[in-house]
């Protein structure tokens, strides 16, 4: 069987406050024994799998008849793929594929598969490990079992953030308070991460190589969460992600919102040049805005017409992903239903009727 490595790159898009971005989401590694067609055809297939579960954010993507497709079909949506000799030569090597982005997006449009965009929740991971030479809480310095666990959460495109566990994390939190799952204690130690969301959990080596990892997700909405056991560390750390993946991918990328739509945004705090170019930047920036147009500028003040993909309930979570606009309670009109929304299917924009309001950090 071949084993897969994914090199996704999260990076940091910096605006006014940093916005967590996923890169590499089109792209994944194939370990192949040799560079044949047959090996190279099974290696397409893996990777196409791979890249429709990081960029829909679910599991499974394949089995949808629209995307049933043969490593030869498959083929016309790689952009390019290279082969890397791996450090043992008697083990092959690592063949690296890029899809072509556009093509395949337009391919899970038509096939009614949600696109999660790279503007992704940045999750703080606290995990106590238990049963693998002691008992400890993994942080951010690299190490084998950090290093793993990283590589599982950006395997199914998710952007982590492990704990440095200096002397101030430890003096907030212990081994006993994240395996107890006592919430209060690890939410006021994420506190200094200004994290929006925080993941905990404990992982326990079992009998043999069996591995569990029973996990628990913090954020506005509540807590939500799962229990894996699996056969390795490898396995149970990529079947937690893959359950929060689905989760967020539920929140930031509903099923059933592929309709275009728009609405105008009012934004107070515009005072300078830089300040307007940095916000059309910025909302030009968001996989689910389309298009930015203004339509009236004054003083500290400017509105914009946007078109978006989606319902604008879900592209304000998205805004609210980082501190660019900061939302003006009591001035907005309602969030309209997604049945009021203009919907646009082509042709030139019109006027919205829709507003919401905010101000530029």
């Known amino acids: 069987m071949i084993r897969f490595f994914i090199g996704t790159t999260l990076y940091l898009f910096s605006f006014a406050a940093l916005a967590v971005q996923v890169g590499g989401l089109y792209s994944a590694s194939i370990e192949v ?36 497709l043969k490593s030869t079909e498959i083929s016309a949506y790689v952009e390019q793929f290279q082969y890397q000799k791996m450090e043992d030569p008697a083990s092959g090597y690592l063949l690296l594929i890029n899809f072509q982005k556009e093509a395949l997006n337009l391919l899970m449009q038509q096939a009614g598969v949600p696109i999660w965009g790279s503007d992704r929740p940045e999750v703080l991971v606290w995990l106590a490990v238990k049963g693998d ?43 006993n308070d994240i395996w107890g799952g006592f919430s209060d204690a690890i939410v006021n130690a994420s506190t200094r991460y200004d994290a929006k969301k925080i993941m905990f959990g404990r992982i326990e080596k079992l009998s043999g190589n069996n591995w569990s990892l029973k ?74 805005v389309k298009s930015v147009n203004w339509s009236h500028v004054e003083a500290g003040k400017v509105t914009l017409s946007l078109s978006f993909t989606g319902d604008v309930a879900v592209l304000k979570k998205v805004i609210a992903l980082n501190h660019v606009l900061i939302p003006i309670e009591g001035s907005a009109s309602p969030v309209p239903r997604v049945e009021e929304l203009l919907v646009v299917p082509n042709g030139p924009l019109e006027s919205p009727e829709n507003t919401v309001f905010y101000r530029l950090d």
């Open 33 to 68: 024994l040799d560079q044949s067609q047959s090996a190279r055809n099974e290696a397409l297939e893996d990777a196409f799998s791979i890249v429709l579960q990081k960029v829909s954010g679910r599991e499974n993507s394949e089995d949808n008849a629209g995307l049933a």
């Open 133 to 175: 030479g002691g008992r400890y809480i993994l942080k951010a310095d690299s190490n084998n079992r950090a290093d793993q666990v990283k590589q599982a959460a950006a395997d199914k495109g998710l952007a982590i953030t492990l704990p440095l566990l200096d002397l101030e994390d430890q003096r907030a939190l212990s081994f």
């Open 215 to 288: 996990w628990t997700l913090i954020d506005p909405m509540g807590e939500f969460g799962g229990d894996e056991k699996q056969l390795s560390l490898n396995l149970v750390a990529g079947k937690s992600f893959a359950g929060l993946a689905a989760h967020l991918a539920a929140i930031y990328a509903p099923s059933g919102q592929e309709f275009k739509s728009h609405l105008q945004l009012t934004v107070t705090g515009v005072e300078t040049l830089s300040d307007f170019i940095r916000l059309t930047r910025y909302l030009s920036s968001l996989d689910k």
